[in-house]
């Protein structure tokens, strides 16, 4: 057992920092969920792509600087405490690259991964629809094959689509063979969303941006090129995609750390009239946060030892989500009669309680991931 | 950072957990709940081992061993509920005494430490106890024992009355710290045993129990209890080997991470507990089924060496009551 970090991750710990630090928009941009401010963080990742920090454990002819695991919970420790913007290209680069990298073609990868990690192409994932949220194999929508064209039509309706109103393309999954077993018979299409027969409608979001979307299909078509893995196998290759979602690639420790800190911030601020309770709850937000980087650690320490993420993500998706959750109600317990502002200074607490509730729900509902936890890890017999 | 085990730390343990296995079945810990000292009788097999005296500064210098090594033993005495003051003797007053006074450590010499109660006092040759951030060895025969009821009736616990004027003074207060913060760790990786061994017993027990036609365990009020012990235990683990690493390295935050670790399993192995009880009803609830004995453990050492309030105060001076400016 060795905790100290290589004089190499240190030196890559120090340049991350510098940079940041350098670099960093000032005052913060505004919100990435509204169009101008999506605009504005495309400008940022451009930035990041330019000087090789967007996507540090992709390999060079790509992007990235192909960072070990343990470099990237580093430069997402740095990005955080540096109070870096959102990444509005996560869902390409944190859940469809994962996936493209372990299923795609040379092809798709030489295509797609570079125009995704400047941010040129930004991706939305297109999964929930109206009627299959947490029974995501209960999706309706189809494609036919066109064979005169050399593709399919996709029809139906995808919805929660996360900045779908302001990206560029959309990967999801359509049903390809009616016929099949729910869970056999889809398909992972890459598909346009500037296509004909595409129609995006912005949906506002509880904290008021419009960060949803619902995404409408009659007969699009998308080429063969942009199947990703094998026609009726998009099951299994989007389940390889939630497990990146669920465990570490999605919220790292960085993320946390970085809020718990803010909360001890703002715990100081108030220090002079805090109920003891709310200071234990102050202590127990920095402490969970630790305990989230040590489990992460400990995880990547296997994983880099040839070990693979199995059902036990699910653990850490409820780990982080309920954190977070309970680190913004310390928040606004501090914040006591402010915390109702959404204007001025500690705003930022009362939109991010909001976006903290979504934590549970999204990325498979905590209810889910409880049963996950209990049949695939604990071996609890299925219903 | 390489954040885990070697081969031989864990060669080590899987040997510890076979000798357990074959010396500590449920029986013993039932049996030491009536019988005359609390104990196994697992004590000479450990020893004859290496387990007893592994933390004796020689031997551990000679083999390579530290507090790592230790912790993950000691989560292995929790997971068979080992009665026996191993958390007392060997994580604690062992090292401390063998480096003040390595003439008073013999062959039949048996340490234990504590406070306010210390647990199998009668049994030992010698307490090693702090007072005013000194420590001292006191002989058994300078100390008063009053025996006390500790709600696991194996943990024969007793109330010392002593004077520094009748002791050895052995250290100072980073001695005392050190002595406490190994308690607090030892025990910590007890609980996280203790923990491991609530919840298997409870899902085997889900798996086999029908209610209704079906295993409860199919039931989702009940899959979510235990996956909320399996949560708990998942996060508080790691925080406990990495405290394992700081008092190792005597790491200038031990006192945090040790603090950190001990309130994480503490919680851990209460919820634990609390969910074994509800989801194995009535059975659960006699003490003719084994569960009571773990139960009763986990309460027992939540409560010993700093509840997890206790930690978790002490970690709040540290994070809240410093100087901004000092920290990173």
């Known amino acids: 057992m060795d905790l100290t970090f290589t004089e190499h991750e240190e030196a890559f710990r120090a340049e991350a920092r510098a940079w940041l630090e350098a670099n960093v928009p000032r005052p913060a941009l505004p919100s990435g969920d509204t169009r101008e401010g999506f605009a504005r963080h495309l400008e940022w990742e451009r930035m990041l792509f330019d000087a090789r920090w967007a996507v540090v454990s992709w390999p060079e002819v790509y992007g990235g600087r192909e960072a070990s695991l343990m470099e990237w919970l580093i430069f997402e420790e740095e990005y955080y405490r540096a109070g870096a913007p959102q990444r509005v290209t996560q869902n390409g680069i944190f859940l469809l690259a994962p996936t493209l990298f372990e299923f795609g073609t040379a092809e798709q990868q030489d295509r797609i991964l570079p125009r995704m990690a400047s941010g040129e192409e930004a991706w939305c994932q297109g999964w929930s629809e109206p009627n299959a949220g947490s029974d995501l194999a209960g999706i309706t929508s189809r494609a036919v094959r066109d064979e005169a064209g050399g593709g399919w039509r996709l029809t139906g309706q995808k919805t929660w689509t996360t900045r779908g109103a302001f990206c560029d393309r959309l990967f999801g999954l359509f049903r390809t063979d009616p016929e099949a077993d729910r869970h056999r018979g889809l398909t992972y299409f890459l598909v346009d969303l500037g296509a004909e027969g595409v129609t995006v409608r912005p949906v506002e979001r509880l904290d008021g941006d419009e960060g949803f979307a619902e995404v409408f299909l009659e007969d699009a078509f998308v080429p063969d090129r942009d199947v990703l893995g094998g026609v009726n196998e998009g099951w299994r290759v989007a389940m390889a995609t939630t497990g990146s979602e669920r465990g570490l690639t999605l919220r790292s420790p960085g993320r946390f750390m970085a809020t718990a800190a803010r909360l001890i911030d703002l715990y100081r601020r108030h220090a002079d009239a805090t109920d003891p309770a709310v200071r234990d709850a102050v202590i127990r937000g920095w402490m969970d946060a630790e305990a989230y980087r040590w489990q992460t650690f400990w995880t990547v320490t296997r994983l880099m030892e040839g070990g693979r993420t199995g059902p036990e993500s699910s653990l850490v998706k409820l780990f982080w989500s309920e954190l977070d959750v309970r680190i913004h109600a310390t928040a606004l317990e501090l914040l006591g009669p402010r915390a109702e502002l959404v204007d001025g200074d500690d705003a930022a607490w009362m939109k991010g309680w909001q976006f903290a509730l979504s934590g549970p729900i999204y990325a498979g509902t905590n209810e889910i991931q409880r049963n996950v936890v209990a049949e695939r890890v604990l071996g609890l017999p299925r219903r | ?328």
């Open chain 2, 1 to 328: 950072m390489r954040f885990s085990f070697t081969d031989d730390q864990l060669a080590f343990r899987d040997a510890v957990r076979d000798l357990l296995e074959k010396e500590c079945p449920p029986q013993r810990v039932r049996d030491a709940w009536t019988n005359v000292d609390g104990r196994s009788g697992a004590w000479d097999a450990l020893e004859e081992m290496g387990v007893v005296g592994l933390s004796h500064p020689e031997v551990a210098g000679a083999l390579g061993v530290d507090e790592i090594a230790v912790t993950l033993i000691l989560e292995e005495t929790g997971r068979f509920g080992l009665p026996e003051p191993i958390v007392e003797h060997t994580a604690v007053a062992l090292p401390a005494v063998a480096q003040h006074i390595p003439e008073a450590v013999t062959d039949t010499s048996l340490f234990v430490a504590g406070g306010p109660m210390v647990p199998y006092a009668t049994s030992a040759t010698a307490l090693l106890l702090e007072r005013d951030r000194q420590l001292y060895l006191v002989d058994r025969s300078a100390a008063t024992l009053t025996e006390r009821a500790s709600v696991d009736g194996s943990r024969r616990l007793y109330a010392v009355e002593w004077e520094p004027s009748n002791a050895v003074e052995i250290g100072g207060p980073e001695d005392a710290a050190l002595a406490f913060d190994r308690g607090a760790l030892g025990v910590a990786a007890q609980l996280i045993g203790v923990a491991q061994h609530l919840l298997d017993t409870t899902v085997e027990y889900a798996q086999a129990r029908h209610q209704f036609g079906v295993p409860i365990g199919s039931f989702q009020a009940v899959k979510h209890h235990l996956a909320n012990v399996a949560l708990g235990l998942e996060f508080a683990r790691p925080l406990v080997y990495r405290a394992a690493h700081s008092v190792a390295r005597r790491d200038l935050d031990r006192s945090v991470h040790v603090s950190t670790a001990k309130a994480h399993a503490s919680d851990a192995a209460t919820v634990a507990a609390r969910v074994a009880l509800q989801v194995h009803g009535a059975i659960g609830y006699t003490t003719e089924y084994d569960l009571h004995l773990w139960m009763k453990r986990a309460w027992a050492l939540a409560a010993a060496w700093g509840d997890a309030a206790w930690h978790r105060a002490r970690v709040g001076r540290a994070i809240l009551d410093t100087d901004p400016s000092e920290e990173q």
